[in-house]
């Protein structure tokens, strides 16, 4: 049974004239990663900071194991790891220097620091680079030791913004991997405008979009939801528009170009192997068949259009 360790209630933020977020809602459980997505300016990292303490809302309430963030900041900041966009760092230190520095913020008692700082440092792989100075580091490793300090305290939640930008493929597998273990003993929130990256990485899914919550479920339900519905079929010739209507599931072709259409389905499973065989058995001449992937601001649009959550 998964317990709630966080919560937002009724948030709303703005700088100074216009609203950057409104009447944001949402629970985070005590495992797993809850990913916060949105385009650049949708309001996620206004919402992160308000959960880790750091501005102060205009409204509503965030809490942290019931612990009222505004009220008593104090208590709920102890509960807290935060790893903000721009990764706190003193490159001019090793990494045992710059990690016993977070430990002594952290208030960790001097009898604990060293058993903090093996634990943080086994957890995110940079034991061997105990120390290096942090300027000689790779921006893979350098966000490691970001992540080392969000965990050094043992919180039971951990909030990530944008944890993977600026990092190379490569990297961003190994960050991904190093979170996903992070939330195997703890809560993970993680904001990105990446839609793959909560698709990789998250188990639930809150959608913002110029400030608003416009989807809120598991990532399962997320998947179902933004199922392509639609592929593209390219052949030499275009075949009888009358031929392809006929396969069941079938719901709408439009003729993008004199050898590309485009078929739109209802919930089929099985419309590429109907539609490959048809094509088979009428001489299509196909060349490539693929489903089409909604984009980031497909799915905005979409969701925009029929709104699921508040
Ligand atoms: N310090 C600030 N002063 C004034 N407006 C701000 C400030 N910070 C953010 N905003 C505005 O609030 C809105 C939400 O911004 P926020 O940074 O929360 O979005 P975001 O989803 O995190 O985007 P990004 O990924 O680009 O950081 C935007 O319109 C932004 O311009």
């Known amino acids: 049974m998964t317990e709630i360790i966080a919560k937002v209630e009724n948030l709303s933020h703005k700088y100074s004239r216009d609203w950057a977020i409104k009447n944001i ?4 459980h005590n495992k797993g990663i809850l990913g916060l997505l949105g385009s650049n300016g949708a309001g996620k990292s206004t919402t992160m900071n ?44 090793t990494v045992d220097e710059y990690l016993i ?32 100075v ?10 490691r030791v970001g992540l080392a300090q969000s965990i050094i305290h043992n919180p039971k939640l951990v909030v990530l913004d944008e944890p993977t930008n600026g990092l190379d493929p490569n990297q961003i597998l190994e960050v991904r991997k190093l979170i996903k273990e ?19 990485t998250c188990d639930n899914i809150v ?31 275009l075949p009888d528009l009358e031929e392809v209507k006929s396969v069941e599931g079938v719901s709408n072709i439009e003729i993008i170009n004199n050898s590309q259409i485009r078929v739109v389905f209802s919930n089929d499973k099985n419309i590429t192997q109907q539609l490959i065989k048809k094509s088979v058995d ?25 709104t699921k959550s508040n």
Not at 25 to 28: H, L, P, S, T
């Open 25 to 28: 809602n949402f629970e985070v």
């Open 50 to 93: 308000i959960l880790c303490g750091v501005v102060n809302q205009t409204e509503g309430d965030a809490f942290i194991d019931g612990i009222n963030m505004r009220t008593n900041p104090v208590e709920a900041k102890k509960l807290i790891g935060f790893l903000p966009q721009k990764a706190p760092l003193h490159v001019e230190l």
């Open 101 to 132: 520095h977070c430990a002594h913020l952290r208030s960790i008692p001097s009898s604990s620091i060293k058993t903090a700082l093996e634990y943080a440092k086994e957890k995110c792989g940079i034991t061997h680079f105990s120390k290096r």
């Open 134 to 143: 942090l300027r000689n580091l790779s921006g893979g490793y350098q966000q």
């Open 182 to 200: 992070i939330a195997e003993e703890r809560a993970v929130v993680l904001s990105t405008h990446i839609l793959p990256e909560v698709q990789a």
């Open 207 to 237: 959608m913002i979009e110029n400030g608003k919550i416009v989807f809120a479920d598991t990532m399962h339900a997320f998947n179902n939801y933004i199922e392509p519905n639609s592929l593209i079929m390219e052949m030499t010739h």
């Open 282 to 306: 009428n001489s299509w001449s196909l060349n490539e068949i693929y489903l089409e992937k909604t984009s980031l601001d497909g799915v905005f649009a979409q969701l925009s259009g029929k």
